[in-house]
């Protein structure tokens, strides 16, 4: 295949891949939406709401890492074309759940179909984009992340109002991911190593979880992660019933402003900050997690920020918060890129398995089951300093309130890490680079 038809048909499959990755974050994100009217009619309290992602995202982790190593040694269209079929028949089947347990279970199977696309997912884009426009596919791909939840907080209650229902998303959900699912099937792979600028083996690799582990760099990116999928879950999960409780904002509205926040900031993040992270990655081999720990920072003066100045008008709450968001964005351009430059291709979708494992099983799933957990207590604690004997929705909003502050906090633990994984970085994408080399060096068979 010449270079411009393999370029082109690069950029078709990250189309595809984007897709998929935009619904991906569209199903998922539906509970946080429907937080309030499920809670109102099956009287649940936060705890309850948290219990809801905690769970989905215990079983996308736990799931993840065979799957990861699947797709490291089998199809990866396959994988990822059966995971979508299995997570889009579930998402219908959740809108006819009849109580908390029966919609648990499902959002869980969920889980399983979800955790089947990132890892194949980024083991391909590694196989399709050299190293010097990674960061650049990185952030096309993870455009899904944040369009996904623009669509859906921008859609949903209205959807809901419309229908007069929370149930009807759910339906209406299901149908683009099925359609989608049979494009990708007919996906056609590249070899596995195919971008590197030297030939990379294709004998199996013995013990791979331990070499991966064996990466320093990897164990500080995995902290990271763990920290900044806390603050992105219980942001997404609680940022809604925030608005509506804490600042009176009805719920379409509410929904609208998260999607603002956590949405509209990420086309900005993503597509400026890749293009701004392989700049700098040009200039300075460890530029990129520098970069992603400064957006750190900022992220976290924001956000906090906007949640001291306590009620203040819902428009320069939004601001604030949003500004701050668009700088975490710059997490995912660089620290998945990152990952692909110190883990060798054999390894890449193990790597990111166990990546996403402790993201989503740490990270993800303690952030919306502690934040709940936390707002339950502090709106006990509230209504018991009233002297009250009853919980309202004032004691609700008010320790709802306070526990968002773990998100800021969050944040600035993700800074502290990123900073960490710079200061091995060199050495460790060094390494990989030599390791190839010598692999190819022995005669061992390798992809062109």
């Known amino acids: 295949m010449q270079p411009s038809t393999q370029a082109a048909n690069a950029w078709r499959v990250l189309f595809l891949l984007f897709l998929a990755n935009l619904f991906n974050f569209f199903d998922r994100t539906i509970p946080a939406i429907i937080a309030e009217p499920i809670r109102l009619e099956w009287d649940l309290n936060d705890f309850q709401l948290g219990l809801i992602g905690t769970a989905f995202t215990i079983i996308y982790a736990i799931a993840g890492v065979p799957l990861g190593r699947m797709a490291d040694i089998g199809s990866r269209r396959k994988i990822m074309g059966w995971g979508l079929t299995v997570w889009s028949g579930l998402t219908a089947v959740n809108g006819l759940a009849w109580n908390f347990w029966t919609f648990l279970l499902v959002r869980m199977g969920i889980g399983i179909g979800e955790a089947s696309y990132a890892p194949a997912a980024n083991s391909l884009i590694g196989d399709l984009f050299p190293a010097h426009k990674r960061a650049r596919a990185m952030g096309i791909f993870m455009l899904g992340l944040p369009l996904g939840l ?190 692909q430059d110190v883990v060798e291709p054999r390894l890449r979708a193990t790597a990111m398995a166990l990546f996403f494992a402790g993201l989503y099983l740490l990270g993800g799933g303690m952030g919306t089951v502690v934040v709940g957990l936390l707002s339950d207590h502090f709106a006990e604690s509230a209504m018991l300093a009233a002297g009250a004997n009853e919980m309202s929705e004032v004691f609700r909003a008010e320790g709802l309130h306070g526990a968002m502050y773990l998100i800021p906090g969050s944040l600035l633990l993700t800074m502290m890490f990123l900073f960490q994984a710079s200061r091995t970085f060199c050495h460790d994408a060094k390494r990989m680079t030599d390791g190839m080399t010598d692999s190819a060096a022995a005669g061992e068979p390798a992809l062109a």
């Open 150 to 339: 623009l669509l859906a907080f921008f859609t949903i209650g209205s959807m809901v109002e419309y229908f007069g229902s929370w149930r009807a998303p759910f339906f209406i959900a299901a149908v683009p991911g099925l359609v989608l699912a049979l494009f990708i099937f007919f996906v056609k792979e590249p070899q596995r190593g195919a971008a590197e600028t030297v030939k990379v083996s294709q004998t199996p690799v013995e013990q791979p979880i331990r070499k991966v582990f064996a990466i320093r760099t990897f164990w500080w990116l995995v902290l990271a992660g763990l920290a900044f999928n806390f603050a992105t879950y219980a942001c997404n999960a609680f940022m809604v019933p925030l608005l509506m409780r804490y600042h009176a904002v009805p719920l379409v509205e509410a929904s609208i402003a998260t999607g603002v926040i956590v949405g509209l900031t990420g086309l900005i993040g993503l597509t400026l900050g890749g293009w701004v992270a392989d700049k700098i990655h040009q200039r300075f081999a460890r530029g990129r997690l520098i970069f992603a720990a400064v957006s750190m920072l900022i992220a976290t003066a924001l956000t906090g920020y906007a949640l001291l100045a306590g009620r203040i008008e819902v428009g320069v709450f939004v601001a604030v918060f949003s500004i701050g968001w668009l700088f975490s964005y710059n997490f995912y351009t660089c620290v998945y890129t990152a990952i």
